[in-house]
């Protein structure tokens, strides 16, 4: 039987850094482990990312629930002088090998060099094809699996393709049925999955071959198994409610309670998985997200509401005014600046929010057309101007750099509307007595699967410094502004990961043994990283993620990715069945 622990039973404070999480956490899941399959949860990266992650404490309580599994969370070491050189769980500080199950819940592909490192400190063999029983079946989901898992695959021996609530049980009935923790046969075992639970992907059993070019001829399977893996969807999302578990003041919301309104989003920006991945865009009823808030109500005054539209919520009148008849603190993931609605700006002004964000994403209005960002100049200066004018005393603005077809003349655009936010963020300022800080965030962009940018390749390094440097040496004179750019490096091992095919792997083998050391690793390859990264792809081209099912048909993304060459917009998702990218009408690609 599972317990909850509260404020009163939270011990003291012990020396292990780890050990400090534990007790500061309110709602962790014990279950007894005897007779149950034994389930490590692993996030590949600290504590303060993962408990951060609904999706993460999303699937630790799905897991809990089915009444034959218990489950434990463990992460990558903190830089803690008193830990041991084993990972061990939160809960009950097992190691990695002594459970039956070691499931990685992976977001971001930049974590994938830090699964590697858990299975070695785990004394796990690396390669699937090494592990046997006794050794932990070794699992993956998260979105960054359902993008691009190849990279990845020889060290994985099954991937969970899709939304975990509509995969966990028959994975758990089946794995239960072949009686695995008994039975030798792994490969028996995996195969029974693979023939008999949706969205579950076998790397083993697929072998692909390359043209003389480098570029993928063939993926095809070596065994009666299916051929394309269906994405598991869940269309009604009444069924399950996405909130927080655990509340720890160890995470990036420090104890605010997390409740997801809706997943994906119908506006159809160009870069972004999301939109794409998760389509059609999904809201939960307003009398499910009001049964969360009660929940919240009895932990915290701290909400964050999270989804990628929530300004799109068919009801978010309603929404706001429930937030509004409570003295709590509501913070929102993400609010588009031509979507500020008396309601959703009464809400943010109750809560005394000091912090928005807008996300022009591209400085120039020829560029939001060809990222398919409908949202002009005089949008982002007004939501600039009604913002401050609510008491929001710092702003912060998201743009991309290296966009398709950006060029220089696009960077100084985005220099100017800095400048003019700037100007109306200090006229109201001035008048309301109060003046804050604008922060610039400027982030590469990185081609992702399964979006119209799919075929493009990265921009190259040395242009990307010198569009920072610009952008920098443009704003340096600008006072209270301040500008934070990413690491170019980063986006360009983010987008080796994002586009890379099974050889990939090789490279992630060599840091591993490199100790992360990405200069070396990339200097001694043998695999050519360059040309993952920074080739563009011809549209007949077989992509290392075909083989994945999210029923958007092939020929909607290319014609996508021909109309932003075009400096052409689409209409956003009209979120009622239609044959626009086939994923309501069938015919996946």
């Known amino acids: 039987?599972?317990?909850?622990?509260?404020?009163?039973?939270?011990?003291?404070?012990?020396?292990?850094?780890?050990?400090?999480?534990?007790?500061?956490?309110?709602?962790?899941?014990?279950?007894?482990?005897?007779?149950?399959?034994?389930?490590?949860?692993?996030?590949?990266?600290?504590?303060?990312?993962?408990?951060?992650?609904?999706?993460?404490?999303?699937?630790?309580?799905?897991?809990?629930?089915?009444?034959?599994?218990?489950?434990?969370?463990?992460?990558?070491?903190?830089?803690?002088?008193?830990?041991?050189?084993?990972?061990?769980t939160v809960e009950s500080s097992r190691l990695l090998s002594e459970f039956d199950i070691i499931a990685f819940s992976i977001s971001f592909e930049n974590d994938y060099p830090n699964l590697l490192q858990i299975l070695k400190k785990a004394g796990l063999p690396l390669q699937s094809s090494e592990r046997k029983f006794p050794h932990p079946l070794i699992i993956a989901g998260g979105v960054a699996c359902f993008l691009n898992p190849e990279p990845i695959s020889p060290f994985i021996d099954c991937f969970l393709i899709g939304e975990a609530e509509g995969i966990l049980p028959g994975f758990f009935s089946q794995f239960l049925k072949t009686n695995m923790g008994i039975d030798d046969d792994r490969p028996r075992f995996l195969k029974i999955l693979a023939q008999n639970v949706s969205g579950i992907y076998v790397p083993q059993f697929f072998k692909p071959s390359y043209h003389t070019d480098g570029t993928l001829r063939s993926f095809e399977p070596t065994c009666d198994v299916p051929e394309k893996i269906e994405r598991v969807f869940i269309k009604d999302l009444s069924q399950f409610a996405t909130t927080s578990t655990i509340l720890t003041p160890h995470a990036a919301f420090n104890q605010s309670f997390l409740v997801e309104v809706g997943r994906g989003c119908p506006r159809g920006c160009r870069f972004c998985s999301s939109g794409y991945v998760y389509r059609p865009p999904r809201f939960r009823p307003y009398q499910v997200l009001e049964k969360s808030l009660k929940e919240a109500d009895l932990l915290t005054d701290k909400i964050g509401l999270v989804g990628t539209g929530i300004s799109d919520f068919p009801e978010i009148g309603e929404l706001c005014d429930r937030l509004l008849q409570k003295d709590a603190r509501i913070s929102f993931s993400s609010l588009r600046a031509d979507a500020l609605s008396p309601g959703l700006l009464?809400?943010?002004?109750?809560?005394?929010?000091?912090?928005?964000?807008?996300?022009?994403?591209?400085?120039?209005?020829?560029?939001?057309?060809?990222?398919?960002?409908?949202?002009?100049?005089?949008?982002?200066?007004?939501?600039?101007?009604?913002?401050?004018?609510?008491?929001?005393?710092?702003?912060?603005?998201?743009?991309?750099?290296?966009?398709?077809?950006?060029?220089?003349?696009?960077?100084?655009?985005?220099?100017?509307?800095?400048?003019?936010?700037?100007?109306?963020?200090?006229?109201?300022?001035?008048?309301?007595?109060?003046?804050?800080?604008?922060?610039?965030?400027?982030?590469?962009?990185?081609?992702?699967?399964?979006?119209?940018?799919?075929?493009?390749?990265?921009?190259?390094?040395?242009?990307?410094?010198?569009?920072?440097?610009?952008?920098?040496?443009?704003?340096?004179?600008?006072?209270?502004?301040?500008?934070?750019?990413?690491?170019?490096?980063?986006?360009?091992?983010?987008?080796?990961?994002?586009?890379?095919?099974?050889?990939?792997?090789?490279?992630?083998?060599?840091?591993?043994?490199?100790?992360?050391?990405?200069?070396?690793?990339?200097?001694?390859?043998?695999?050519?990283?360059?040309?993952?990264?920074?080739?563009?792809?011809?549209?007949?081209?077989?992509?290392?993620?075909?083989?994945?099912?999210?029923?958007?048909?092939?020929?909607?993304?290319?014609?996508?990715?021909?109309?932003?060459?075009?400096?052409?917009?689409?209409?956003?998702?009209?979120?009622?069945?239609?044959?626009?990218?086939?994923?309501?009408?069938?015919?996946?690609?």
């Open 346 to 589: 009464s809400v943010l002004k109750k809560s005394k929010t000091k912090t928005a964000t807008i996300a022009p994403d591209a400085g120039s209005e020829r560029l939001r057309r060809v990222i398919n960002k409908n949202m002009t100049e005089d949008e982002i200066l007004q939501a600039t101007e009604t913002l401050v004018g609510i008491g929001v005393l710092n702003l912060k603005l998201y743009f991309m750099i290296g966009l398709p077809t950006e060029t220089m003349d696009d960077v100084d655009e985005m220099i100017k509307l800095c400048k003019q936010i700037k100007h109306r963020f200090l006229m109201v300022g001035r008048a309301k007595k109060h003046v804050g800080l604008i922060t610039i965030s400027l982030n590469s962009f990185v081609p992702k699967p399964f979006t119209p940018f799919q075929w493009a390749g990265l921009d190259d390094l040395k242009l990307l410094k010198d569009k920072i440097k610009r952008v920098k040496n443009g704003l340096k004179k600008v006072a209270n502004l301040r500008v934070h750019a990413d690491v170019p490096r980063w986006a360009f091992i983010q987008a080796l990961f994002s586009l890379g095919d099974r050889r990939v792997a090789n490279i992630l083998t060599l840091v591993n043994h490199n100790k992360g050391n990405w200069a070396k690793t990339l200097k001694a390859s043998p695999v050519n990283p360059y040309f993952y990264v920074y080739r563009d792809r011809g549209l007949d081209e077989m992509l290392p993620w075909d083989f994945i099912d999210h029923g958007i048909d092939k020929a909607f993304l290319a014609t996508e990715y021909k109309q932003a060459m075009e400096g052409r917009v689409s209409p956003p998702c009209p979120m009622v069945p239609c044959n626009i990218c086939s994923v309501c009408g069938g015919g996946g690609a």
């Open 1 to 88: 039987m599972s317990t909850v622990k509260s404020l009163s039973e939270m011990p003291r404070k012990t020396g292990s850094l780890s050990k400090h999480f534990a007790e500061t956490e309110i709602g962790a899941l014990r279950k007894d482990l005897r007779g149950r399959i034994k389930v490590a949860l692993v996030y590949p990266n600290r504590y303060h990312i993962g408990m951060s992650n609904l999706g993460f404490q999303t699937v630790y309580r799905l897991f809990n629930n089915l009444e034959p599994v218990a489950c434990e969370r463990a992460f990558l070491q903190e830089p803690d002088k008193t830990a041991s050189g084993n990972i061990r």
